[in-house]
């Protein structure tokens, strides 16, 4: 059961740049918010992950530096701005929420999620 909505997403050749933006319903009690990715036959794996009360951010290895997670100032929305994309990055991305802030990046700490949108790098 998906609560969040999410959009954005597509496909774009390596080295391009995606946005994907979540929204949280105001029903949602939440502290913290993320994205995460599952490729096929991999596990999902956090990519980028915020604390909505001071905007503290947490990033895979493999994404920092070209990823960055944000949220609006009614801190219901999250964006995830993808740059200098990689074939690797291609998988489904979902954004997720929690009532609690972990510091974490494991799928399982997070009660919320998005129904889920792929992304697709080409060389």
């Known amino acids: 059961f998906q609560q969040l909505a999410q959009s954005g997403g597509g496909s774009v050749q390596a080295g391009g740049s995606l946005r994907l933006s979540c929204e949280i319903p105001?029903?949602?009690?939440?502290?913290?918010g993320g994205w995460f990715r599952q490729a096929p036959g991999k596990e999902r794996e956090g990519v980028a992950i915020?604390?909505?009360?001071?905007?503290?951010?947490m990033y895979a290895d493999s994404v920092k530096g070209r990823f960055s997670v944000s949220q609006d100032g009614s801190k219901k929305k999250l964006y995830l701005d993808m740059s200098s994309l990689k074939p690797n990055d291609t998988a489904t991305y979902y954004c997720?929420?929690?009532?609690?802030?972990?510091?974490?990046?494991?799928?399982?700490?997070?009660?919320?999620w998005g129904q889920g949108t792929q992304v697709t790098v080409s060389s």
């Open positions: 997720a929420a929690s009532p609690v802030w972990y510091a974490d990046l494991s799928a399982e700490k997070y009660n919320y």
């Open positions: 105001f029903r949602l009690s939440t502290r913290s």
């Open positions: 915020i604390y909505s009360i001071d905007g503290l951010t």
